[in-house]
């Protein structure tokens, strides 16, 4: 089964960056979509951005737009986050996942395969 490890987590500044990093492993085939989600503490998991087939087709939640970066290589099977402007309200722990479809990239459901997760803290 596919394997994704994510790196680059760690605490920063309001308005500071940092960039995520996720790598998979196994067969990935047949993956159509990369997607980073993410859980605040007492809340549900919640979409932050997709990647799709090779990365020219995007998706963001809008409470990232304009801010967050999601970029792919599938030559090297990696999916990275770049997230720029950082709020407290980002403080979450960020998962990487792996999907075999195109559409209804937001829902976790559709994903398959998860990271362990890796902790971004954003203070005030």
């Known amino acids: 089964q596919v394997q994704l490890v994510e790196s680059g987590g760690g605490v920063v500044q309001a308005g500071g960056s940092l960039r995520l990093s996720c790598a998979a492993s196994?067969?990935?085939?047949?993956?159509?979509?990369m997607a980073w989600f993410r859980q605040a503490p007492g809340k549900e998991r919640e979409f932050v951005a997709a990647?799709?087939?090779?990365?020219?087709?995007?998706d963001y939640a809008d409470s990232v737009k304009g801010r967050f970066t999601v970029s792919r290589d599938n030559t090297k099977k990696t999916v990275d986050l770049q997230m720029n402007s950082l709020k407290p309200e980002d403080t979450a722990v960020y998962y990487c996942?792996?999907?075999?479809?195109?559409?209804?990239?937001?829902?976790?459901?559709?994903?398959?395969?998860w990271g362990q997760g890796t902790q971004v803290t954003v203070s005030s």
């Open positions: 196994g067969p990935t085939f047949n993956i159509a979509s």
């Open positions: 996942a792996t999907s075999t479809y195109i559409s209804g990239v937001r829902y976790a459901v559709n994903y398959a395969y």
């Open positions: 990647s799709i087939w090779s990365g020219s087709t995007t």
